[in-house]
């Protein structure tokens, strides 16, 4: 079985940053690509962010690009959310997710809330 475990969420106010951190641990298992989703009050689970393993190719979600930067430590099997210039549309429960194959995110985390005041 593969540990997904997210840390760093807090509390912040509008135009302040956190970073988030993601470890993935277990059996043996090969990463394609780590992810950062969120999901708000009432509202689907939305992507925000990801990033392959191997060449290191991102991708953002519109609303996060320019304040949000993705990065990751291979050798801990650790992803890195760095939200900088926050606001309370960011609030939500961040969640991360490793695609092992190219085939989709199959093992999730519990999430971490993130909560921004005005």
């Known amino acids: 079985q593969v540990q997904v475990i997210e840390s760093g969420g807090g509390l912040v106010q509008a135009g302040g940053s956190l970073r988030l951190s993601c470890a993935a641990s277990?059996?043996?298992?090969?990463?394609?690509?780590m992810g950062w989703f969120r999901q708000a009050p009432g509202k689907e689970r939305q992507f925000v962010a990801s990033?392959?393993?191997?060449?290191?190719?991102?991708g953002y979600a519109d609303s996060v690009k320019g304040r949000f930067t993705i990065s990751r430590d291979t050798a801990k099997n650790t992803v890195y959310l760095q939200m900088n210039s926050l606001k309370p549309e960011d609030t939500a429960v961040y969640y991360c997710?490793?695609?092992?194959?190219?085939?989709?995110?199959?093992?999730w985390g519990q999430g971490t809330q993130v909560t921004v005041s005005s």
């Open positions: 997710a490793v695609n092992p194959t190219g085939g989709g995110y199959e093992w």
């Open positions: 277990g059996r043996t298992f090969s990463i394609y690509q």
């Open positions: 990033m392959r393993w191997g060449g290191g190719t991102t």
